[in-house]
């Protein structure tokens, strides 16, 4: 088995694209076939290299990898259509000299009013035929003037012509409403469903799984691989993705393209997994998969014919259990660009093991957090500022928080590191001093995180009383108990 994933580099890749490579790159990897990247780059105007950068490093921090491709090469290549060109004019010239093929000589002007007439009779445009029976002498006679002409395929007109989709069964098509199509543009430029006919053949792609835009171009594909004498591959078409309001997903429903969910801060993995229960479900109705997993499970033939709602929603919850999974120490790795970006820590300088190992404790504090990886500044904020729900403030003015205040401001004036172990044995004692219950636990959390609920005040003492958190390099220092006490006291006004 030989898929492939033939993008074309006019913009940043779509997620909609992507899914398709990844059911491609799944069928491949579970039947032990091979996978391959080509970069459908005809369209001169729009093509840019650095979007076909772009899309390979995406695309390798997806974890999808080719065996063949534009940047590592292969023994099929070259794997760009621009480099492909006289490739396209050979097997162009073979269908001219089988006379299943010919050149048309129709202006831009002619075909747009034969288009305007058929619409007007309310039948579909198709070509009308008009240059199919030039003789070989007109042709050249025109040729040697200088004029221009396409190449037009020679549509059979078969009214009952199926073939076996396999997502979607046996589909059926009147071929004499095709009408005669381009293969090869005025401007030397091959047509897409010739070009990828060409490529697809000479590079022995056995299965074509894409979008079910291309279901009408199936035909007029398969036409020509009969005409070379060629085993057409078998075809699947997927349902388009689709946005909460049921239109094709797009930039007006949020994040759509593969960079911007990596700029998130989304895990490849999670992303994976999501996009691959896009219109088809595993078995075993897990949800969480790896991608042993789904390598394992995919099965083309229950893919749904039905359009897949793009759900932000349950992709963070994807990407939240993923995360949940991973060492503290892997997702301090992973979020450094984004500590870097808000400026905890400094570009490009490497963590002491002292920093290392502070910051890993605090991800293990807020990890369960975390819906992405861009989330974790947020919620160290925690730790490096004391940012009170000004709700919460009066309560600190009360009578009855006193004792607290006075006692708070007894034991932990100092700048020394104050543990857990000695915090608890603070708790202790204030309990011996008659502040407990109400008086205690709820006034200590909002002084100390200016919140009325979250992390373990222990767990939350034992980093900022470290002595590690003395000295931590960070461009942003924690802020440590006194300096917490202090501010809770100016913002309360006490």
């Known amino acids: 088995m030989r898929v492939r994933f033939a993008p074309s580099p006019t913009g940043y890749v779509h997620v909609g694209n992507v899914r398709t490579a990844l059911f491609n790159y799944l069928l491949a990897r579970q039947r032990g076939g091979l996978f391959l990247l080509r970069i459908e780059d005809t369209d001169v105007e729009r093509s840019r290299k650095s979007y076909e950068e772009g899309l390979i490093e995406d695309m390798k921090w997806l974890g999808v990898k080719w065996e063949e491709g534009p940047d590592i090469g292969g023994p099929l290549g070259p794997y760009r259509q621009s480099e492909r060109s006289e490739l396209y004019r050979e097997y162009v010239d073979l269908l001219l000299e089988k006379k299943m093929a010919y050149h048309c000589f129709c202006t831009p002007e002619t075909l747009e009013r034969e288009r305007e007439e058929a619409l007007a009779k309310g039948e579909t445009p198709r070509y009308s ?12 006679e025109r040729l040697d003037r200088g004029e221009e002409s396409a190449v037009r395929f020679k549509m059979p007109d078969d009214k009952d012509f199926h073939y076996p989709d396999l997502v979607r069964g046996d589909l059926l098509f009147d071929l004499s409403l095709f009408g005669d199509f381009v293969i090869l543009r005025s401007n030397g430029q ?23 835009d291309h279901i009408s ?25 689709l946005g909460q309001d049921g239109s094709p997903l797009s930039k007006r429903h949020g994040a759509t393209s593969l960079n911007q969910f990596r700029a998130l801060g989304y895990l490849p993995e999670a992303l994976v997994n999501y996009l691959a229960l896009l219109g088809w479900a595993p078995p075993e109705g897990e949800e969480i998969l790896s991608w042993e997993e789904l390598i394992r499970l995919f099965d083309i033939s229950k893919v749904s014919k039905s359009g897949a709602t793009f759900d932000y929603q349950k992709l963070n919850w994807i990407n939240r259990k993923h995360l949940s999974q991973l060492p503290s120490e892997q997702v301090l790795s992973l979020a450094l660009p984004f500590l870097e970006e808000a400026e905890y820590i400094e570009k490009g300088r490497k963590l002491s093991p002292d920093e290392q190992k502070w910051l890993v404790q605090a991800v293990e504090i807020v990890k369960a957090n975390l819906v992405t990886l861009a989330d974790l500044p947020k919620e160290l904020e925690l730790f490096f500022q004391y ?33 857990a172990q000695e915090f608890i044995s603070f708790l202790q004692e204030a309990k011996g001093k008659g502040i407990k219950g109400k008086a205690l636990f709820h006034p200590l959390r909002v002084i100390l995180t200016g919140c009325g ?31 917490r006490i202090q501010e809770a006291k100016g913002r309360a006004g006490r």
């Not at 035929?129 to 050249?140: A, F, Q, S, Y």
């Not at 309560?395 to 401001?409: C, D, G, H, K």
């Not at 979250?454 to 440590?480: C, H, Q, S, T, Y």
Request: hydrophobic fraction near 40%; charged fraction near 25%; charge should be negative.
């Open 129 to 140: 035929g008009r240059c199919r029976n030039l003789t070989p002498e007109e042709v050249k």
């Open 190 to 212: 091959p047509a897409y469903n010739y070009a990828v006919v060409i490529d697809d053949h000479l590079m022995g792609v056995t299965d074509v799984i894409r979008g079910e």
């Open 217 to 241: 171009n199936t035909p007029k594909q398969i036409k020509l691989y009969e005409a070379f004498g060629w085993t057409p591959p078998r075809f699947g078409h997927l349902a388009l993705v």
């Open 387 to 419: 940012r009170p729900d000004e709700a919460l403030l009066p309560e600190l003015r009360e009578e009855a928080v006193s004792p607290l205040w006075n006692f708070l401001e007894e034991k932990f004036s100092g700048d020394s590191p104050i543990t």
């Open 453 to 483: 609920s979250g992390v373990e005040l222990d767990k939350l003492i034992n980093l900022l009383g470290a002595p590690e958190a003395f000295n931590l390099g960070l461009k942003r220092r924690p802020l440590l108990l006194k300096e």
